[in-house]
């Protein structure tokens, strides 16, 4: 059975139309700890927003919150398709705050990540969302890798990341005293946080100051309207119609897609360009036992290849106490395919036909092959992990969760490094924000993200 769409108004339920005003399904401000949306809702088919964001991860909700908290005359939706907020790419990460030191100096991957850091924490001390600044080594354990380690500490001075220093064996060992390692990088201001309850609180600033989230929506079109319902203003003022999969639709003026993994389909829909496209890549994590979670104290991670975005095999403590070991990245067969045999005829077909994987796969075979091989033999990830803890064995690791990050990649198959924003041309495209990119440090750099997205908007559409 198809759940019914949900709907939860903000405190003062501004968005127009039948579906307020005494509808049963509204809830009231929440108050506390972000609550579970409620049930009841009716069609969405006669309600209309000034402005519409589409998708609920953290970076939708973030803007949201922006957007509502700058203009608080507007009258702002989300729009998510899965009953829950933030589930796929916010809830399926490792939950590190980064500090903005792998990134391109002046790339807005480099800029937004360190303020979004700083930012983040000092949120989350406002909310009383437990953190911890529990601090990051980059550890060379091979003689050839102690020149990209030197590289990526002066790449992190350039990109004004706070307080790094290299530090010898002796140094290493007293932060981190089961891990072995040439030279290091300590980064003191990387930490980890529930980036869930991050998003959810976020959902929850928007909703108090007024703003509406759909939950069960899952947008199937996005077009002009052709005309407007008979006598009615709105019909004239709100000229963009969203449908979902379910024949019911709203209007809006002015739309956001903060899409994530189908963030090159929703373009698509709305008359936008779908380059770049995604591409989806697994990376699954293994867990440290319990008793065994003594050897890790902080982030521990490898010496990055700059030839690709991942960053390697590491050592994540969570804010439960528990040690994810990973991820690894293996393409994906679908793009919410959490397992490894998840299978999606339709995105493995548009990943072959319209991106550009083939090319990426044959630049890169060697590579793709050992993260395969390493996902199907747990001796083969232990042998890596026992370069930096010598201690581990494999009976000392679980297999745990998995995430899925949305990889643009354009056709010549480059991957898209840093975060891409753009619009389109004619009636639709000009009334529309995509976020096409925003893959890792996303979840970090999602304040300082919303406050750009609101910039851009304001200004794109004269607010």
Not at 2 to 8: D, E, I
Not at 67 to 93: F, M
Request: hydrophobic share 40%; aromatic share 8%.
């Amino acid at each position: 059975m198809v759940p019914s769409l949900r709907y939860l108004v903000g405190a003062r339920g501004r968005a127009h139309g039948a579906l307020f005003g005494g509808f049963p399904g509204a809830c009231g401000p929440a108050s506390g700890r972000p609550r579970p949306l409620c049930g009841g809702g009716r069609s969405a088919s006669t309600s209309s927003f000034d402005i519409v964001i589409v998708g609920g991860g953290i970076v939708g909700l973030a803007s949201a919150r922006a957007l509502i908290l700058r203009h608080p005359s507007l009258s702002i939706g989300v729009l998510e398709k899965e009953k829950d907020l933030a589930i796929h790419q916010t809830g399926h990460n490792s939950g590190v705050v980064h500090s903005g030191i792998y990134y391109k100096p002046e790339s807005l991957k480099a800029k937004l990540c360190v303020q979004g850091a700083a930012l983040l924490y000092e949120y989350c001390q406002q909310k009383g969302i437990s953190y911890k600044q529990c601090g990051k080594l980059i550890v060379a354990v091979e003689q050839e890798e102690i020149p990209r380690l030197k590289a990526l500490y002066e790449r992190g001075l350039q990109n004004g990341v706070q307080g790094l220093r290299l530090i010898q064996q002796e140094d290493i060992k007293k932060k981190e005293p089961y891990c072995r390692g040439l030279m290091a990088i300590d980064c003191p201001h990387t930490g980890i946080v529930d980036y869930r309850q991050v998003a959810l609180s976020f959902a929850q600033d928007f909703q108090e100051a007024g703003g509406s989230v759909l939950t069960n929506f899952e947008v199937k079109d996005i077009e002009m309207a052709k005309e407007g319902p008979s006598g009615s203003i709105d019909g004239m003022k709100y000229l963009i119609v969203i449908k979902n999969t379910k024949g019911e639709e709203i209007r809006c003026q002015y739309v956001v897609t903060c899409a994530g993994l189908y963030s090159d389909r929703i373009s698509e829909l709305s008359g936008c360009t779908s380059d770049p496209r995604i591409v989806p890549f697994r990376g699954d994590y293994l867990l440290l036992k319990p008793e065994k979670c003594y050897l890790v104290k902080g982030n521990i991670y490898p010496v990055p290849d700059s030839r690709f975005p991942f960053l390697g095999v590491h050592f994540t403590p969570r804010m439960d106490g528990s040690i994810w070991l990973g991820p690894n990245a293996v393409l994906a067969f679908k793009r919410e395919g959490y397992r490894p045999f998840d299978f999606s005829a339709t995105d493995v077909m548009d990943i072959i036909v319209n991106s550009g994987l083939i090319k990426l796969a044959y630049q890169n075979f060697s590579y793709g092959v050992t993260e395969m091989y390493k996902a199907c033999f747990l001796g083969a990830t232990v042998k890596y992990l026992q370069k930096f803890i010598p201690e581990i064995t494999i009976s000392d690791i679980l297999r745990g969760p998995a995430g899925v990050r949305a990889q643009a990649l354009d056709r010549d198959g480059n991957l898209v490094e840093d975060f891409v924003f753009d619009g389109g041309v004619g009636d639709i495209g000009n009334r529309i924000l995509h976020v096409r990119n925003a893959p890792s440090p996303a979840a970090t750099s999602s304040i300082a993200i919303s406050g750009m997205i609101a910039d851009e908007v304001q200004q794109r559409f004269e607010l």
